[in-house]
Each structure stands twice: as structure tokens, then as C-alpha cells.
């Protein structure tokens, strides 16, 4: 049986902090202007933050929340309860509860912010994993394949028509497979027709072939990436990372 997405982001949630904790001073590459303190007072604040949406079921304004501890000492014991927080508040409720959410699809379930607490965990701990890992210790654990294809799910039906439209963004066409090796995950993408996506492998311009995890990372700019595969069209593939985020 496939974990749960809650259950994956408290994993998550410990490991980033474990990380975080090696070196707070450590600036995380990926994420710019920040260091692991500073990633840990963000992810902390998101935690609060999704749990307050939720319990209200209105928007809510992070500026009203109160702020991360600015001393050490006291911003892994905040972060573990702002994660304990929102693991509570969404363990509880009922999935198809109503409320507030960004999705672009008008998606307002309350299990839609499951996978978005479950995906951002994900990516910010293999973040802090990773920036660790630049002085020769551990290299960050893949994402959760489970995680992983939510995620995937995620970008292309919420966030890639958005990339695809945004003023500026030229020469990007062609169709994009993601097809991925370790799991029943495959993605038919026409930017052509405004990202559009099919869960499907099809012919394509370029396929990129690889873990479920090595997919997500690449969608969000993570890398670089050595395992991943591209196939096809290489101009396909330079106009594509004018849209990854």
C-alpha cells in the first residue's frame, strides 16, 4: 500500500528540520536569499498559515499570523509545532469539506491542500538536503514516488497553463512527454495549445524519461539532474526551461 500524503509530509517535514539544523547558516541554492534558518521560518510560517485557511475556511492573510521566533533556539521547536499544527488540521477533517484554495481549476476541497502541503514540504526538505550536501555530506533523498506524482499532477494542471500564458514568454511550442521509470506516471503536454495535458504517453517532440522524483524535481528547476533522460527535439527542451519554476 502507497503512503499517505500526510503521512509522507511528516516524514518530510522532521527531515528538513534535521537538515536545517547541520549548518542554519547554510544558504539554500534553490532557493535565493535564503539560508536554512530562513527556509525553515518560511515552511514554518506555510504550516501555520495552511492550517488557519483550513480551520477558517476563508482566505487568510499570512501578515496577520504571528511571526517565526528570530532566535535559534526557539525556531525548531515553533517549526515542529507548526508542522504538528496543520498535520492536525488536515488529518481531521473531511476531505471534501469546502474552503478556500488557489487552484486555478476552482478545485476548493480541503484535500487539495494535502497535496499542496505534501508537495511543498517535499521539495523544500530535498532543497535544504541538497544544500548540505554541497560540502560533500549526504546527497538528498529522492521525493516520495507517491508524493512525486502529485506533484507532477499538480504542475501541469495547475501551474503550467499559467507559466504558458505569462506576458513574455516566447518561442515556447512543440509537445513534451514526461514518462516516468518508476511508476504508472505519463504526461502528454502541447504547449501549442496553452499547456495543455493528458495523463498519456504519446508520441511527442521530446520525452524525458526518469524516476518519478527526478520528473517533479525537473518540473520545479531543481537539478542538475545526471539520471534524466531527453529524447527528441533539443530546442523543444531549451524553450521549455523559459517555463520551469
Same mark, same amino acid.
Request: proline letters at 7%; glycine letters at 10%; charged letters at 20%.
Given at each position: ?16 528540520? =534535521? ?14 536569499? !535564503?539560508?536554512?534558518? +530562513?527556509?525553515?521560518?518560511? $515552511?514554518? %510560517? ?10 477558517? +475556511? ?11 521566533? %528570530? ?28 474552503? !478556500? ?10 484535500? !487539495? ?7 511543498? @514540504? ?18 538528498? #533523498?529522492?521525493?516520495?514516488? $507517491?508524493? =512525486? =506524482? ?7 494542471? %495547475?501551474?503550467?497553463?499559467?507559466? @504558458? ?6 518561442? *515556447? ?11 504508472? *506516471? #505519463? ?10 495535458? =493528458? ?38 527542451? %531549451?524553450? !521549455? ?5
Amino acid at each position: 500500500m502507497e503512503p499517505s500524503l500526510l503521512s509522507v509530509a511528516e516524514v518530510d517535514g522532521r527531515q528538513l528540520l =534535521a537538515a536545517a539544523e547541520i549548518d542554519w547558516s547554510h544558504p539554500v541554492p534553490h532557493c535565493p536569499g !535564503w539560508d536554512s534558518a +530562513g527556509l525553515v521560518r518560511h $515552511t514554518g %510560517e506555510i504550516f501555520m498559515w495552511m492550517a488557519a485557511v483550513v480551520t477558517s +475556511g476563508d482566505r487568510v492573510s499570512r501578515r496577520t499570523l504571528a511571526a517565526p521566533p %528570530e532566535t535559534l533556539d526557539a525556531l525548531g521547536p515553533w517549526y515542529l509545532a507548526s508542522l504538528d499544527r496543520v498535520l492536525a488540521v488536515l488529518g481531521s477533517i473531511d476531505p471534501d469539506q469546502l474552503t !478556500w484554495t488557489f487552484s486555478s481549476t476552482g478545485d476548493q476541497r480541503a484535500g !487539495w491542500w494535502c497535496r499542496r502541503l505534501a508537495v511543498e @514540504v517535499a521539495i523544500h526538505r530535498w532543497d535544504v538536503e541538497h544544500a548540505i550536501g554541497t560540502d560533500g555530506l549526504t546527497a538528498p #533523498g529522492p521525493v516520495d514516488g $507517491t508524493v =512525486a =506524482a502529485a506533484g507532477i499532477e499538480e504542475f501541469v494542471i %495547475e501551474f503550467l497553463p499559467g507559466l @504558458v500564458a505569462q506576458e513574455g514568454v516566447e518561442g *515556447v511550442g512543440g509537445t513534451l512527454c514526461l514518462l516516468a521509470t518508476d511508476g504508472p *506516471v #505519463g504526461w502528454r503536454i502541447d504547449l501549442d495549445r496553452g499547456g495543455q495535458a =493528458a495523463p498519456e504517453h504519446d508520441q511527442a517532440d521530446i520525452t524525458v524519461r526518469g524516476t518519478r522524483s527526478d520528473l517533479l524535481l525537473w518540473l520545479t528547476n531543481r537539478g542538475p539532474l545526471p539520471a534524466l533522460e531527453i529524447i527528441g527535439d533539443p530546442s523543444v527542451a %531549451e524553450a !521549455w526551461y523559459q517555463l520551469r519554476r
